[in-house]
């Protein structure tokens, strides 16, 4: 068991565990379990069947039942479609309905819609209840349920309404990652990637060693262990003494305005073609383009080929584009436009990170549509 102790300093630190067996899950159940009137677990629906949900729930289940507490379990759809305050509402009526008080603990299992829809609800219900993380998938455990940040959608809009809340404790069992479809895992590596570009050598170099392998979920335990905790810790870093995101947590930006103007254009409400970290991935390659270009730096090669061997995309299809209805210079102009509109823009600028060179992100603000346009083309 890894134990990482999130923001030392900081009133509201916490433990980060990162477990891969059944009696490390016990001990740290029963180590956290608190003194909550209830206990209510929010389970995503499509995992509600698999072995490690079952292992969890039945472990908080016999602790909870021989301290006499009382445990409720929820089962929630996961998927953007719930992401919403619709969600919310049915869910505050059920808590009330069951007689939920504020000294309680919500515990979210699942991707980063549960985290994002429980988090924001145990920040607001009665003003706010304690909270817990249970990441179930690569994207949640080194991303979404790390750094407080809580969100739902509104109708066209992503992450609208928000709130930072801490959790008391983050429990990572590594078991979830084997029923996590290869897509979804490499998807959420490229957090993983995105990270260890910004920081200093010793990430790059373990994941490099991982592109030189046959890459899968199946990768060895310690390796991934490492790889999860080290991507942690980062994040840990730029988020520690920045939560809300004034200064160095913007680093972690990097690629994302790009990336978001690709999630802006499909809809909200119809399937999507490519994952969070797929995109992630796409901005990535024009924010790398852009800046060999400024700073005279070559390091595009590099970070393709490695996007490449995990298999992320680092260009978007002609299929994609007939897909959309759009021409390339419309999708072109799309994007640019959506890019420029990037809520993290201030004033009249946009405020973008590059990478002045390996592992040094720097903030870059702009508001020439030529620059942003150069960028994309990388990818198109
Ligand atoms: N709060 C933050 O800092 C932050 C950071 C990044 C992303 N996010 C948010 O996270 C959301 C995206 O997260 P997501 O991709 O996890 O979405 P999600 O929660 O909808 O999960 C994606 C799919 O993975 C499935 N899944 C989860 N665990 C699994 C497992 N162990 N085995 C098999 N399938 C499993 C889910 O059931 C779902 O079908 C977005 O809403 C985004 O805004 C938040």
New binding site residues.
């Given amino acids: 068991m890894i134990r990482i102790s999130a923001y030392q300093n900081q009133k509201f630190n916490y433990p980060i565990y990162i477990i891969s067996n059944k009696q490390d899950l016990v001990s740290c159940v029963e180590e956290n379990i608190g003194d909550f009137s209830t206990t209510v677990i929010f389970v ?1 629906s ?2 509600k069947g ?1 072995d ?1 949900t079952n292992q969890i729930l039945k472990i908080f289940s016999d602790v909870l039942n021989s301290l006499n507490r009382r445990i409720l379990v929820c089962h929630l759809e ?3 479609q719930s ?1 919403n305050l619709n969600t919310i509402e049915f869910l505050a009526n059920w808590l009330l309905k069951n007689n939920v008080q504020r000294d309680s603990l919500f515990i979210s299992i ?7 829809l429980i ?1 924001f609800l145990s920040s607001i219900y009665f003003r706010g209840v304690s909270l817990a993380h249970i990441p ?2 690569l ?2 455990m080194t ?5 407080g ?3 739902v ?1 509104t109708s066209g809009h ?2 609208t309404l928000g709130t930072y809340k801490h959790p008391n404790f983050t429990l990572i069992y590594l078991d ?2 084997s ?3 290869q897509r ?1 895992f490499v ?2 590596f490229a ?1 993983i990637i995105k990270i260890s570009i910004i920081k200093n050598q010793g990430l790059f170099e373990l994941i490099q060693n991982l592109s030189r392998k046959n890459f899968s979920n199946q990768i060895e335990l310690k390796e991934l262990e490492s790889i999860l905790a080290t991507s942690i810790k980062y994040k840990l870093d730029f988020t520690d003494g920045d939560i809300q995101e004034n200064n160095k947590r913007l680093f972690l930006n990097i690629g994302h305005t790009f990336g978001h103007a690709i999630e802006s254009i499909q809809d909200l409400n119809t399937e999507e073609y490519y ?2 970290g797929e995109a992630v991935s796409l901005g990535l390659i024009s924010c790398i383009s852009l800046s060999d270009k400024i700073f005279k730096t070559h390091n595009l090669t590099l970070i393709k080929e490695l996007l490449s061997t995990f298999n992320l995309p680092t260009r978007i299809p002609e299929e994609y584009i007939v897909k959309l209805g759009l021409s390339r210079e419309v999708l072109l102009d799309k994007l640019v436009e959506t890019a420029m509109n990037d809520k993290k823009g201030k004033g009249k600028k946009l405020t973008i990170i590059l990478l002045n060179d390996f592992y040094n992100p720097v903030l870059f603000k702009t508001d020439e549509k030529s620059i942003i346009k150069e960028a994309f083309k990388e990818i198109l």
Avoid: M, Q
């Fill in positions: 995503d499509f995992i698999l490690s996961p998927g953007k992401k699942g991707g980063g819609v549960i985290g994002d988090g179930t998938n994207i949640s991303d979404s349920a790390i750094g940040k809580t969100a959608n992503v992450n979830f990652l029923s996590l479809p979804d998807a959420g957090e994952r969070h």
